[in-house]
């Protein structure tokens, strides 16, 4: 019966092929496992390419006082406590490790005068701390990666993108999916799958994520019955481009500030010392896109409604070497020569602190044989992520979840079977926007839905807001049910589209209804109708998880800190 | 409002042709927009490739006016006396409309070995004058504009002979990487055809990353591979080694 669809069997099945991704299948593989990889791009083109600023381990090249102990304890307070602990200080303790390992698989970083690998300044880190390549340190890694991963004998299956995952009871067994090229059908028989999907940044329209960021992971998981975490936790990156209009929300690396660089509003003034006078301009992202937008609330704005980043004075040949992708993407896009010119930037939707619960060690989630790494998951990084903190994750929990997945791979008994009823209904879903005559334009869905995420649960949030919010998507859920597509399946964006857009409305009521329950400012999360932290909250994640009654919210008690680690933040 | 008159080719494998579309111009907007907006409201199902849409990834690969670039970089008030065309790269298979079939780049780089260092411990100790040229090949984005415009590939199909300019840049990221040991000379002379390059520097002109694909690591690259077989004394050498 599945003669009609492409069949493969694997032990895992990785999906996603950023970093934490090819991180996980190189580790799955080295575990003996038959691995394949699936990415809905060309392979090396995730989003992961789009980091720029650094990784963050605690190697001490530069500053010799840095360790674990002061990144666990940055990482905590820059997730305001809500982390999983447990999680921050495997990540803590193994990063550096990771990245010397990257050097050992050829990835080139910039030097120090020694010979050691660069570490620069970051926000709200305390010590140089982020191993850097100039500006393009994803790429870096990714390339990196990828050139490790093809030599390793791993099957690559490009511009392939999943739906479905499949179960064998309560336990994994697949996924069903398309070819982009062709929209041929796939079916995937895997013992384990590793989910890293990255995050969810296409939601709103003011955005610096690339096109692949819409949540399908975290939606799949959700639908398969695996649990959610911190979902109202989305960090607004400070600084995005805001002008022209056409270049809105592309990011501006944190290096800028990393290097140097300081924010200033239109009366001149460095605002920041304001908002926090110790660690100023590289204050945590929730505090420092916080102020740019009270700035340009309270009228201090620039003409295009942000504010002045400017790193003139370091000079010429220092911007061009330290800052070489920000200097050519100003000056085509922006005719701005940052050399000269103060650039204009605000707030842009960046990276999604919640998504999958996974326990610490394994990456494993509720659901028996899914696993999770990187953006996809939650817990590391709380209510706020730090920069650079975001490749070291992938790299420290790729391994782990690759390395999980294959033991469990390798500890089945029986190979899990798939029920060919679901995938019968489950190809019949994927097609029905071609066969409905639906008069809903896919496009035109995603484009009202980005709108209400910006306009109802963006930087600043109230309760009424996120309530209308919730019932604008409910309203767009009811009419995705009426999206009709026009064309073959040949490689056919808008049917592509009209399969990730019921995706994207999933991430969002999951957003919203968390953000509604948590009544409090936290983090990325800031309610201007509860706007201060509440200790008791602080002690509780919000749950989001599938009911035959609709989506359900709940709390779970973070568990106590152990000692040593407590002790780590109460000394001084 | 101000409109744009965009000639986009409409097709796949069994033949297409050009279709206009008028699209309202926004500031600072570039070809990619004016695609995206062709999809939102004429066409679902105008087929491209992209990501990032800042220069990051090498996706948006098209060819403009002629010309192989990015359409994210391509910024519409370029060509104020219009028509734009936008055309897919010729030099790779046709899919459908701007989007071809890039999979032969994916095999050549299977085919280079990878990085292999000396010693397995580290950390490595490498000095910044001494990393950055590999640096400079580690800049690309595989957008494969190089291998478009290549000559030998686009007008010679010389796929079988050549591995093209990214290739090229990939195995001088390794060769000159200081801690790599392996030596990619006889790749070089044999499968990857490093001689067929006749050093017209098309690739370096539209390289979207400035890399000096022609002058830093093609010439380099042929001058390893010519001391290596053609220098006399080296090839005397060879000859009593083989006894």
């Known amino acids: 019966m599945l003669e009609r669809f492409e069949n493969y069997e694997y032990d895992v099945l990785i999906v996603g092929a950023g970093g934490a991704g090819l991180r996980a299948a190189i580790a799955a593989s080295a575990a003996g496992a038959r691995v394949a ?64 390992e990257l050097e050992r698989w050829g990835a080139l970083f910039d030097r120090t005068p020694e010979g050691k690998i660069m570490q620069r300044p970051f926000g ?31 099957d690559v299956h490009m511009e392939v993108t999943l739906t479905r995952l ?97 924010l200033l509003n239109s009366e001149g003034e460095r605002f920041m010392e304001r908002y926090d006078p110790v660690k ?52 085509s896009l922006a005719d701005v020569d940052i050399t000269r010119e103060k650039m204009e930037v605000g707030p842009t939707i960046h990276y999604a602190m919640g998504g999958v619960r996974v326990a610490p060690e394994t990456g494993a989630t509720s659901l028996p044989g899914l696993y999770g790494a990187g953006e996809v998951t939650a817990g590391l990084h709380g209510a706020n992520r730090l920069g650079g903190n975001s490749l070291s994750d992938l790299l420290v929990f790729g391994k782990r979840a690759g390395e999980a997945a294959a033991a469990y791979a390798n500890g089945l008994a029986t190979t899990p079977s798939l029920d060919e009823a679901e995938i019968e ?54 009419r995705a049910g009426r ?34 329950a948590r009544r409090e400012s936290r983090g990325g999360h800031w309610r201007l109708d509860c706007p201060t932290q509440d200790p008791e909250l602080g002690r509780l994640n919000y749950i989001v998880r599938k009911t035959p009654d609709g989506m359900e919210v709940t709390t779970a008690p973070i568990p106590p800190m152990r000692e040593d680690l407590a002790a780590l933040l109460t000394a001084k | 409002m101000a409109e744009v008159v965009l000639q986009v080719f409409r097709g796949d494998a069994s033949g297409g042709t050009e279709k206009a579309y008028h699209v309202p111009l926004v500031t600072g907007m570039v070809v990619l927009d004016a695609i995206h907006y062709i999809q939102a409201h004429y066409d679902g199902d105008l087929a491209c490739r992209w990501n990032c849409k800042a220069a990051r990834c090498g996706s948006c690969s098209a060819e403009i006016n002629g010309r192989p670039r990015l359409m994210c970089k391509a910024r519409l008030d370029e060509f104020p006396d219009g028509p734009i065309t936008v055309r897919p790269m010729k030099a790779f298979p046709l899919i459908k409309d701007l989007v071809t079939d890039v999979s032969w780049n994916y095999k050549v780089a299977q085919q280079i070995p990878a990085f292999t260092p000396a010693d397995g411990e580290g950390p490595f100790i490498m000095y910044q004058q001494d990393v950055e040229r590999a640096q400079e090949f580690r800049k690309c984005i595989e957008c494969f ?37 392996r030596s990619r000379t006889a790749l070089l002379r044999g499968a990857a055809g490093v001689g067929y390059c006749n050093i017209t520097k098309c690739c370096e002109e539209l390289c979207p990353e400035h890399i000096h694909i022609t002058d830093n690591a093609i010439i380099p690259l042929k001058e390893r591979m010519a001391d290596e077989y053609f220098d006399p004394l080296r090839a005397v050498l060879r000859l009593f080694a083989k006894r």
């Open chain 1, 425 to 478: 209904a489950e190809s019949q879903r994927v097609v029905q926007p071609f066969e409905s005559g639906g008069s809903e334009n896919p496009y035109l869905l995603h484009e009202a839905l980005q709108e209400t995420m910006q306009e109802k649960a963006g930087i600043a949030r109230t309760g009424e807001l996120l309530e209308q919010g919730l019932q604008e998507i409910l309203q767009l859920r009811e």
């Open chain 1, 37 to 100: 990889l699936v990415t809905k791009s060309l392979l090396g083109k995730a989003h992961t390419v789009m980091a720029e600023g650094g990784i963050a381990a605690a190697l001490g090249n530069v500053d010799p006082a840095d360790n674990w102990q002061v990144h666990f304890c940055d990482t905590m307070r820059g997730g305001q406590m809500i982390n999983d602990w447990r999680m921050v200080e495997l990540f803590a303790t193994e990063a550096p490790e990771r990245v010397y």
């Open chain 1, 280 to 331: 100023k301009d590289l204050s945590s992202r929730d505090v420092v896109a916080r102020a740019i937008y009270r700035e340009v609330e309270e009228g201090r704005g620039t003409p295009h409604g942000g504010a002045y980043l400017d790193i003139t004075h370091r000079g010429p040949d220092f911007i061009k070497q330290k800052l070489p992708s920000m200097y050519d993407q100003f000056l």
């Open chain 1, 166 to 262: 499949l179960k064998d009871g309560e336990r994994i067994a697949g996924a069903f999916g398309y070819r982009r090229e062709n929209g041929r059908f796939i079916v995937f028989r895997a013992k384990a799958i590793v989910l890293a999907t990255g995050g969810w940044g296409r939601v709103y329209k003011v955005t610096s994520n690339s096109w692949e960021c819409t949540g399908d992971g975290v939606a799949m998981a959700y639908e398969a019955g695996a649990e959610l975490m911190d979902m109202e936790m989305v960090q607004f990156h400070p600084t995005g481009m805001v002008w022209p209009p056409g270049v809105r929300g592309i990011l501006v690396t944190e290096g800028v500030r990393g290097e140097g660089g300081i």
């Open chain 1, 483 to 516: 999206m009709g597509v026009s064309g073959s399946r040949l490689f056919n964006p808008g049917w592509h589209m009209s399969i990730d857009v019921p995706f994207m409305l999933t991430v969002c009521e999951g957003i919203v209804r968390a953000a509604i």
């Open chain 2, 145 to 181: 504009l190089c291998q478009n415009v290549c000559h030998v590939l686009r007008d010679h199909a010389g796929k079988d002979a050549y591995f093209g300019p990214r290739s090229m840049v990939r195995i001088a990221a390794y060769e000159m990487h200081p801690m790599d040991t």
């Open chain 1, 124 to 154: 709200a880190h305390t010590w140089r701390r982020l191993c850097h390549v100039g500006d393009r340190t994803g790429l870096e890694l990714i390339r990196t990666l990828q050139e490790r991963g093809v030599h390793q004998g791993l």
